[in-house]
């Protein structure tokens, strides 16, 4: 899979993407990152990237002019490799229809709310585009004419796209079959199953005092999945229960949260 991040910050991405499962999976060959430093697109002399808003009032506004031309040098190599006969006019209309398939997306406080389903459904892709949107905000002109989608990681605002785009690079990485050596590993998930995540333990079975669930050193593989359910469950019910209306629950997942809360059936919905 290959990520084009558009950036004015490149320099940003160099900690996160040189440890751990994004580095290992780019020296996997499974995953391709590049960076486009959208600076190097704006033509005057001065390189400039952002402009005064018309209308007046505070801040910069990015321009559209580097954005568009960074995004469609990145859509005319990807047309033009390995069809070297089509030619450059042709490539240049079906680059700028931005209908090739490969979500354009835009990290912005506006966007949809980033899940665990949204970062399955963009795993599904072969090439995302990820433009970082800076100052006070970014051309409507992009949103409009040049982006497929909008991601939030959040309702609150960061100084930029930069992190979100890691953030959405990393969850969606992971998924990507191979990359973790235990191919069930994100199956238990917190999100993955529609529940937050079981407590993990591991040696020394007592530490200050405080021991480990005698269940977990039973042995008896199918007392520790139940308990490994009831905890997730109960942990959701107490941290999350927002999360419980569309968890995919069983009757007897249901008749345990009724026995441990005083919520009603009703409050947990319906299974699909
Ligand atoms: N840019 C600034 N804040 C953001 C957020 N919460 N999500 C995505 N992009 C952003």
């Known amino acids: 899979m290959r990520f084009d991040i558009f950036t004015l910050f490149p320099e940003m991405f160099a900690g996160p993407f040189a440890s751990s499962i994004v580095k290992r999976a780019q020296e996997m060959g499974r995953v391709e990152i590049a960076l486009h430093d959208i600076r190097a697109y704006a033509t005057d002399k001065h390189h400039t990237t952002d402009d005064t808003p018309y209308g007046g009032g505070g801040g910069m506004v990015m321009k559209p002019e580097p954005i568009f031309a960074a995004v469609e040098r990145v859509l005319g190599e990807r047309l033009s490799s390995g069809k070297s006969a089509t030619p450059s006019a042709e490539i240049a209309d079906t680059v700028r229809s931005y209908d090739m398939g490969v979500p354009i997306i835009l990290l912005t406080p506006q966007g949809r709310l980033f899940t665990q389903s949204v970062a399955c459904e963009l795993a599904s892709h072969e090439q995302l585009l990820l433009i970082c949107g800076r100052y006070e905000g970014v051309d409507e002109r992009v949103r409009e004419h040049l982006v497929t989608d909008e991601i939030s990681i959040g309702d609150y605002v960061l100084s930029g796209g930069e992190i979100p785009a ?72 107490d941290r999350r229960p927002d999360l419980l209306g569309s968890a995919d629950l069983t009757p007897a997942d249901r008749a345990y949260l009724e026995k441990t809360s005083s919520l009603s059936e009703k409050d947990f919905g319906s299974c699909p």
């Open 166 to 237: 890691m953030v959405v690079v990393d969850a969606v990485v992971r998924l990507l079959p191979g990359v973790l050596g235990d191919p069930a590993a994100t199956h238990n998930d917190s999100h993955a199953t529609g529940l937050l995540e079981y407590p993990h333990y591991t040696r020394p079975p007592v530490f200050r005092g405080w021991a480990v669930p005698e269940v977990l050193l039973s042995g008896n593989h199918a007392e520790i999945a139940r308990w490994r359910r009831e905890q997730a469950l109960r942990r959701t019910l």
